[in-house]
């Protein structure tokens, strides 16, 4: 007798369940755990323009597909599993530091530029506006904020935001008057010459500590005030009024007179002292 018998394809069946972790960018691919009951198991990653039998390295999320073939003797198996290559934080190796300034009626770069692992370095004058790879300028005297952070490459999170105070300093500027003796009654006008030219003052009299007006004859504490900020007095460390000198006003001397006689008949008469010298 002939015995005839069939033997059925097995059904093949995960004995360890497919897993990956993911993990960060730069770091060791982790690598994935499969046990299939029959066959070899092959391991391929799929990604956005990423397929491959070899471990991906750029940030991103990706899937592992686990597959074993069928064949004659069993049945196939295919299984995904979704994991993330994490972006690697940026990192600050130089910070952006203030520079030492002086007004100079131009603008000025504000810092020297800093350097960063993972990005590009990006600077803004206010921490919520526009940053951007060109450092901040300034040109008026004072006090300037610079926010800067490294902003991330594809594979790296941008750095936390931080920033630097920097100064620009007022410039020095003389000041002195050539002539301050004015005759009373007359208009008080000085003349002021500044180092650097044109630059804005006010000018303000004062005597016994009081500020006053000119007026009577005496002498007065001149006192200038720089009003342009950008400037400040050479001895100083702002534009605050300062003596700058001592207006003198005097009083017009009245000709004098002489009683002289002056004709044959012995009359007198007067005549001034500018009349007697012609």
Do not use: C
């Not at 007022?170 to 044109?198: C, H, Y």
């Not at 007065?220 to 300062?242: C, Q, V, W």
């Amino acid at each position: 007798n002939t015995l005839i018998f069939q033997i059925t394809k097995a059904t093949n069946t995960w004995t360890e369940t497919p897993a990956i972790s993911g993990w960060t960018y730069g770091e060791t691919a982790k690598t994935p755990t499969v046990q299939a009951k029959f066959g070899e198991v092959a391991v391929r990653y799929e990604g956005e323009n990423y397929s491959d039998t070899k471990a991906p390295t750029a940030a991103g999320n990706y899937k592992a597909v686990f597959t074993v073939e069928e064949t004659i003797n069993y049945t196939g198996l295919t299984t995904e599993v979704a994991f993330t290559i994490a972006e690697a934080a940026s990192t600050v190796t130089k910070a952006p530091a203030a520079r030492i300034l002086t007004y100079n009626d131009a603008e000025q770069a504000l810092v020297n530029a800093g350097t960063a692992q993972g990005g590009n370095m990006v600077y803004s004058l206010s921490e919520n506006g526009t940053y951007g790879e060109n450092i901040p300028t300034g040109k008026d005297a004072g006090d300037y904020t610079v926010w800067y952070y490294v902003d991330g490459d594809d594979n790296h999170t941008n750095s936390q935001k931080k920033s630097v105070t920097v100064t620009i300093s007022r410039a020095p500027a003389t000041f002195s008057v050539k002539d301050s003796a004015v005759e009373k009654g007359q208009e008080v006008k000085l003349d002021i010459v500044s180092d650097p030219a044109d630059i804005s003052y006010q000018v303000t009299y004062r005597r016994n500590g009081y500020q006053v007006v000119p007026q009577d004859v005496g002498e007065y504490d001149i006192f200038l005030e720089i009003t342009n900020k950008n400037y400040r007095h050479a001895k100083s460390t702002d534009g605050s009024p300062m003596k700058l000198g001592v207006l003198r006003i005097y009083e017009k001397e009245k000709p004098a007179f002489y009683t002289l006689g002056f004709d044959a008949n012995g009359g007198t008469g007067t005549m001034d002292a500018l009349e007697a010298l012609a």
